[in-house]
């Protein structure tokens, strides 16, 4: 089955301590991103990758940092976490040759005490 | 850069009615998709809807279409025939076409979210 795997769905953690919420999809998509969705915000982006080794910010990338070693993976790193990172964030990939739209995560509730 | 405006944080119809939802959206490029996804509880993104601006013709989906008024900008969804599965968040988006490059390419704009609830 076609699919992107976030994982947690759910994490709780305290300001400052470094977290990695892990993306993997598996339909060899070259382009993955990463958003976060806020109220009355909607969802905007934080990163994004059009292929292995190339990453480049989104709209919104401070206190954020993305890696894109191998094409399934795409993990979001925060270094020092902070409460105003407090948000649902979601993964979704796409393939950049064929005309389909992007896949989403189940997404990632993240709560920054 | 693009910007997606959903004007309607809330709205409520009843089981078996219509309803619509609106989204506005500036650009300056000619060539675009815009879509509508919805957010259910589970929080999953369900790509509802997707049109290309290039076709005149207004997109459908069984119960959902939409009213795309290109000079306008504006894109607005209807939803025929409620059903309580409906009930959800519904975003908007806006992408620019493939051969976009720069940084645009492969990003989605996103509406703030409109919040349905159908009452039975």
């Known amino acids: 089955e076609a699919q992107v795997t976030q994982n947690p769905r759910y994490l709780i953690t305290v300001t400052g301590k470094k977290l990695t919420v892990t993306c993997s999809q598996n339909m060899n998509h070259e382009y993955m991103s990463w958003y976060r969705q806020d109220p009355g915000l909607g969802l905007r982006q934080i990163y994004y990758?059009?292929?292995?080794?190339?990453?480049d910010k989104g709209d919104v990338p401070e206190g954020y940092k993305v890696s894109r070693k191998e094409k399934r993976n795409f993990p979001l790193i925060l270094e020092s976490p902070s409460p105003n990172q407090t948000s649902l964030y979601f993964c979704?990939?796409?393939?950049?040759?064929?005309?389909?739209?992007?896949?989403f995560g189940q997404g990632t509730r993240l709560t920054v005490v | 850069a693009q910007t997606v405006t959903q004007s309607q944080p809330e709205m409520s119809v009843q089981e078996a009615e219509t309803v619509t939802l609106s989204c506005t959206y500036d650009t300056s490029e000619s060539d675009y998709y815009l879509f509508w996804y919805k957010q259910p509880p589970s929080r999953q993104m369900i790509l509802v809807i997707r049109?290309?601006?290039?076709?005149?013709q207004n997109a459908t989906e069984n119960r959902f279409s939409v009213n795309f008024q290109k000079a306008a900008k504006s894109f607005s969804l209807k939803i025929s025939d409620s059903q309580l599965g409906d009930a959800a968040m519904y975003f908007c988006a806006y992408r620019s076409p493939a051969n976009a490059g720069g940084t645009s390419y492969g990003k989605l704009t996103f509406g703030q979210g409109t919040i349905l609830t159908v009452h039975p």
């Open positions: 990758s059009m292929n292995v080794e190339v990453t």
């Open positions: 049109q290309e601006a290039y076709k005149q």
């Open positions: 979704a990939s796409r393939s950049l040759s064929a005309n389909t739209e992007a896949f």
